[in-house]
């Protein structure tokens, strides 16, 4: 009875000790997380190699993959990129393993533990920010040593009711058929994949392998078995929180699923050669480091089988699950709210395509041809309110101050692109708005603002993901972004000059019988519309760009 409540309470004390410490690591690492995952993924290859070490310093594959969807979902990765950074994942994930192997069942460290725990806790309680972030991820360290330590007393008491011999025999071992062989090896595999699946972690699951072999309760062969059932265990857990997610968060969680699966048959079939390798290398090292190096070198052999063939695995992903998503119910996927700065920067997107598309029609309506849809106006309208309600379900604030600038500057873009589409839906823009002819000037202006809106627009949604990860206000774009912004304040401001003195040289007419009233109030509206339109196109272009000034009122 003891031995198992030791076992027990090693494996809790285990997963609470993870939990803690990845909590406090990634909130050490805030919005650095996506700013590194952002800059890495420039190819697949550079992905999986930040990938793995990302990991390996915040211990969280789960947290990685998050931020990888996220970022997916934003159009800030694409697909293969955001699988070079998953791959990746898996080996980082694999760093535990060695601590468990070279620190934790080799000595009794529950003397050090402790201290560390009361240090941990207290700069948790008394302080802020990285402080308390620190202690969270010292204390969570501690809670994983002691939890080794409890875990290895509740195992050398298993140890003394359970051999080797009580577990099947696995192929590979000498002495062993290739029949029972096999039978033995896909029974450990199912037994390490139901460890994984009850625990929900497998890097619990391999501690608790090195442990038993440490006590000598499995063998080296047997020990390899189970790890590779461990490893396929992960994905039970990516394919439940994949259950009514997002098709980018499906697509992601059944990339993870066959890369495991991928894995494990490149494992079974050379597990002969591996067994043979692992028992001549077992005079010279330990058990405990091979078991850890096999477990690194099996997700290694896995990232370079499918590595090469990424964009083929991209295809195949994408068949087997088709996306029915609207490009808007992509770009704002629930997925991204998991990072702020990756759900404003896919709202701002949002709102810089609505600008690009909306500046076009005002452009080609005022140059004489057809005006702006209502129905376009109508989904225009319905975008923005979705970013809108998207940037409500934001459960945590921003946690820089450049970051939450960029949050209120995207919101006031928000802000002048809904009210240009407004204006457009209710004042209507044909060649002659109301019967009334546009003054030359005032459209020449107007169409010039919307020109280099277009420009601003089109410069943000296409942007890389390493330039939307530069750091917020005020953001440096191109020469000719910057002359494009110049050009629409410019025409803005001469526009609402203009449209002032216009009324009153309209108004002036109606006396001497040259425009009726009726006529003369419609000039004026056009011309204003004219005006509120290019002056919402310009400050939304603005905030968008993160060089808002300040916010005046406009018409």
């Known amino acids: 009875m003891s031995t198992t409540i030791a076992l027990l309470g090693g494996v809790g004390l285990f997963l609470l000790g993870m939990t803690v410490m990845t909590d406090g690591l990634k909130a050490l690492a805030g919005s650095a997380l996506r700013t590194v995952l952002g800059?890495?993924?420039?190819?697949?290859?550079?992905?999986?190699?930040?990938?793995?070490?990302?990991?390996?310093?915040?211990?969280?594959?789960?947290?990685?993959?998050?931020?990888?969807?996220?970022?997916?979902?934003?159009?800030?990765?694409?697909?293969?990129?955001?699988?070079?950074?998953?791959?990746?994942?898996?080996?980082?994930?694999?760093?535990?393993?060695?601590?468990?192997?070279?620190?934790?069942?080799?000595?009794?460290?529950?003397?050090?533990?402790?201290?560390?725990?009361?240090?941990?806790?207290?700069?948790?309680?008394?302080?802020?920010?990285?402080?308390?972030?620190?202690?969270?991820?010292?204390a969570g360290f501690a809670l994983v040593l002691y939890g080794l330590t409890t875990l290895q007393q509740g195992?050398?008491?298993?140890?003394?009711?359970?051999?080797?011999?009580?577990?099947?025999?696995?192929?590979g071992a000498?002495?062993?058929?290739?029949?029972?062989?096999?039978?033995?090896?896909?029974?450990?595999?199912?037994?390490?994949?139901?460890?994984?699946?009850?625990?929900?972690?497998?890097?619990?699951?391999?501690?608790?392998?090195?442990?038993?072999?440490?006590?000598?309760?499995?063998?080296?062969?047997?020990?390899?078995?189970?790890i590779i059932g461990q490893n396929i265990g992960t994905a039970t857990s990516s394919a439940m929180a994949a259950i009514g997610a997002s098709?980018?968060?499906?697509?992601?969680?059944?990339?993870?699923?066959?890369?495991?699966?991928?894995?494990?048959?490149?494992?079974?079939v050379v597990f002969p050669v591996t067994a043979a390798l692992m028992r001549a290398l077992l005079a010279s090292v330990d058990g405990m480091t091979l078991?850890?190096?096999?477990?690194?070198?099996?997700?290694?052999?896995?990232?370079?089988?499918?590595?090469?063939?990424?964009?083929?695995?991209?295809?195949?992903?994408?068949?087997?699950?088709?996306?029915?998503?609207?490009?808007?119910?992509?770009a704002l996927?629930?997925?991204?709210?998991?990072?702020?700065?990756?759900?404003?920067?896919?709202?701002?997107?949002?709102?810089?395509?609505?600008?690009?598309?909306?500046?076009?029609?005002v452009s080609a309506a005022i140059s004489g041809g057809a005006g702006p849809a209502a129905q376009d106006m109508t989904a225009a309208a319905g975008a923005l309110e979705e970013v809108r309600d998207f940037l409500s379900e934001l459960q945590e604030p921003p946690e820089t101050e450049a970051?939450?600038?960029?949050?209120?500057?995207?919101?006031?873009?928000?802000?002048?692109?809904?009210r240009l589409v407004e204006d457009l839906a209710t004042g209507g823009l044909q060649g002659q708005p109301g019967g009334a002819p546009h003054d030359p000037r005032a459209a020449e202006l107007c169409t010039k603002a919307m020109r280099a809106a277009q420009v601003v627009g089109g410069s943000i949604t296409s942007e890389s993901a390493l330039s939307a990860q530069a750091e917020p206000i005020a953001w440096s774009v191109s020469p000719e972004v910057?002359?494009?912004?110049?050009?629409?304040?410019?025409?803005?401001?001469?526009?609402?000059?203009?449209?002032?003195?216009?009324?009153?040289?309209?108004?002036?007419?109606?006396?001497?019988?040259?425009?009726?009233?009726?006529?003369?109030?419609?000039?004026?509206?056009?011309a204003r519309l004219l005006d509120r339109i290019a002056h919402h196109a310009w400050r939304s272009a603005a905030h968008l760009l993160g060089r808002s000034g300040h916010d005046d009122p406009g018409p």
Not at 58 to 86: D, H
Not at 107 to 131: D, E, H, N, Q, T
Not at 501 to 515: D, F, N, Q, R, T
């Open 39 to 138: 800059k890495a993924a420039a190819t697949p290859l550079s992905g999986a190699f930040w990938g793995a070490i990302v990991t390996l310093l915040v211990q969280s594959s789960s947290a990685v993959t998050m931020t990888t969807i996220g970022l997916v979902s934003a159009g800030l990765l694409t697909f293969p990129q955001g699988l070079g950074l998953v791959f990746g994942a898996n080996v980082g994930t694999t760093g535990t393993g060695w601590l468990v192997a070279l620190i934790g069942v080799r000595v009794s460290l529950s003397a050090y533990a402790l201290p560390m725990i009361f240090i941990g806790a207290l700069a948790k309680l008394l302080g802020s920010g990285r402080i308390a972030a620190v202690g969270r991820a010292l």
């Open 155 to 171: 195992m050398g008491g298993l140890a003394e009711s359970l051999h080797p011999s009580d577990l099947p025999a696995v192929l």
């Open 403 to 418: 970051e939450r600038l960029r949050m209120t500057s995207t919101l006031h873009a928000l802000d002048h692109a809904s």
């Open 333 to 361: 996927d629930p997925s991204a709210l998991a990072s702020p700065v990756i759900a404003v920067e896919t709202a701002r997107r949002v709102v810089a395509g609505v600008l690009t598309t909306t500046a076009a029609s």
């Open 482 to 526: 910057a002359a494009a912004l110049v050009e629409v304040e410019g025409a803005a401001r001469e526009l609402d000059t203009l449209q002032r003195e216009h009324g009153v040289a309209i108004l002036a007419s109606v006396a001497p019988g040259k425009l009726t009233a009726a006529a003369a109030f419609a000039r004026i509206d056009a």
């Open 291 to 330: 078991l850890a190096a096999y477990h690194t070198a099996y997700n290694v052999v896995g990232v370079a089988v499918l590595l090469p063939a990424t964009q083929w695995f991209t295809r195949l992903v994408e068949r087997l699950l088709p996306s029915r998503q609207t490009a808007l119910q992509r």
């Open 174 to 226: 000498p002495g062993v058929g290739w029949i029972s062989g096999m039978i033995g090896l896909m029974t450990l595999i199912v037994v390490g994949l139901a460890m994984t699946a009850v625990m929900q972690s497998s890097t619990a699951a391999i501690a608790v392998t090195i442990s038993a072999y440490y006590a000598g309760a499995v063998g080296l062969e047997q020990g390899a078995a189970l």
């Open 247 to 268: 098709a980018t968060a499906k697509r992601l969680a059944l990339a993870y699923v066959l890369f495991k699966v991928i894995a494990a048959l490149l494992a079974i």
